[in-house]
């Protein structure tokens, strides 16, 4: 084979190759970038308003990234229907997650601390729990 048509066709099996590698890289993990809502922007997203004594468990959960289950015992509900007295929750992360990678935040998970929060929360797809609508969707009540 000539050599340009040797360059052309290694050319063509390397761009689709990191075609593909690309979609595998997009396919593993997710960058989100956050909207800042109020919150009372945060409140009008939620589907899941409540107040709520947390503690964290030894549990993690799948969803575009490995997250630490809080265990949440409802104590006040001021939006929508819980569908338990307890339920689980994760915090959304702030940062680029990987799938089965545990996912960062900048600060820290915001609900590592036991103690009671409102959540503003909406239903995750995977993994069964309940996240934060965005990161940062929870005030710490008992200071």
Known sequence: ??????ALVTG??????????????IASGQCVDWVT??????ERTASLVVDAELRSTDRTV????????????????????APADRIDVIATSDQCTTNWQ????????????PGTYRLYLTKEQAGGAWRLVVPGAAERLDR
Do not use: F, N
């Not at 997250?67 to 939006?79: F, G, L, N, S, W």
């Open 1 to 6: 084979m000539p050599w340009g048509k040797t």
């Open 12 to 25: 063509l099996v390397l761009a689709i190759g990191s075609g593909i590698a690309g979609c595998t890289t």
């Open 37 to 42: 809502l109020s919150p009372a922007e945060q």
């Open 62 to 81: 799948e969803a575009l990234g490995r997250y630490r289950v809080h265990e949440a015992r409802i104590t006040d509900v001021r939006k929508g229907h």
């Open 102 to 113: 545990p996912v960062e935040y900048v600060d820290g998970d915001p609900l590592t601390e």
